[in-house]
């Protein structure tokens, strides 16, 4: 019975994705096509503020940026105070509103220049002046001499990130630490429903803690590069099957960095879709704003109406 309910479930889920069209994915927001490369966003509860990462055209500058919103209109994007000569990435804003987690590879020390692995950073907001505190490192056992990559919380601050371990299924693995007695315990590796040997990251976990959003890279069962799969927890607590989020939300191009928005049922992440077709520009200017505005290939920020069902 516990089978067929769970076919049912993923049949209905489906249904409401195809009901969807590559016209109702939408970019974010037009403030953000000034940008080669966009991706890792999070938002507000009250949508009024989002962060997201910043990238020259091959990745080898990053910067985590804002954008906050004054009655229906967005401003223009801000660098966050901390970011340096270093590399920003990955932010996510934990469910009560106060913590911003981010990925780096920033000194321990301030007084050094030397670069480190990628660790999980975070910075917490000052209810006084509403500004964030400097970076502090999460440090052991989250983060080690590996490298760990997008940090995302429940409400009971249980943590989920990405880490490519040799004792981990592949080569990147998605990983979980318990928060218990106000600290971190020991990483756990998710089970075979979430990991394979080959590529799972970017993991995205409700608040609740009852469904997991993630990227598979090149998958038999995928669109074509890096597609978007959910997995719920059955009855007893466990992972089940993780299931691909299909057409039109993944494409034969990569899609990547999940964040959903539960109260509006929304879900943004990055993707790198491509439907530019030549045409007859009159100007070198009509020319920018179609490259630009259009899915150009680039990695965007993307949103889309999606309903979760949950078990």
């Known amino acids: ?9 993923l049949i209905l ?10 016209n109702d994915i939408t970019t974010f927001s037009k403030k953000l096509d000034q940008f080669y490369n966009i991706r890792d966003f ?3 509860n009250n949508g009024n503020e989002a962060y997201f990462t910043i990238q020259s055209p091959s990745g080898e500058i990053s910067q985590i940026a804002t954008l906050k919103k004054e009655g229906n209109k967005w401003l223009e994007p801000e660098l966050l105070p901390f970011c340096d000569e270093f590399m920003y990435l990955e932010p996510f804003l934990t469910p009560d509103q106060n913590r911003l987690f ?18 999980i950073w975070y910075v917490d907001k000052d209810t006084i002046n509403n500004s964030w505190s400097k ?3 999460l440090g052991k056992p989250v983060n080690s001499s590996l490298d760990e990559f997008y940090p995302t919380v429940s409400s009971n601050n249980n943590l989920y990130f990405t880490m490519a371990s040799p004792n981990g299924l592949g080569k990147d693995d998605i990983y979980f630490c318990e928060w218990k007695l106000g600290k971190y315990k020991e990483p756990v590796l998710l089970n075979k429903n ?11 976990i409700s608040k609740n803690e009852d469904f997991l959003l993630f990227t598979k890279y090149n998958t038999v069962d995928g669109q074509g590069s890096g597609d978007l799969y959910i997995s719920k927890k059955d009855k007893n607590n466990n992972w089940a099957k993780a299931t691909n989020l299909g057409l039109p939300i993944n494409t034969k191009y990569m899609e990547y960095c999940p964040f959903y928005d539960e109260e509006n049922q929304k879900l943004y992440f990055t993707s790198k879709r491509k439907n530019i077709q030549p045409q007859d520009f009159k100007t070198v200017l009509d020319f920018k704003n179609y490259i630009k505005e259009s899915k150009n290939g680039l990695s965007k920020i993307y949103v889309a109406k999606l309903n979760i069902i949950k078990n």
């Open 1 to 9: 019975m516990k089978q067929i309910l769970l076919l049912l479930a």
């Open 13 to 22: 889920f489906s249904n409401l994705l195809s009901g969807q069209s590559e």
């Open 42 to 44: 999070c938002i507000s």
């Open 102 to 119: 981010f990925v780096s590879d920033r000194p321990i020390n301030n007084s050094s220049i030397q670069k480190k692995d990628f660790d």
């Open 135 to 137: 970076p502090k490192n």
């Open 194 to 204: 979430i990991n394979s040997d080959g590529y799972e990251f970017n993991a995205f």
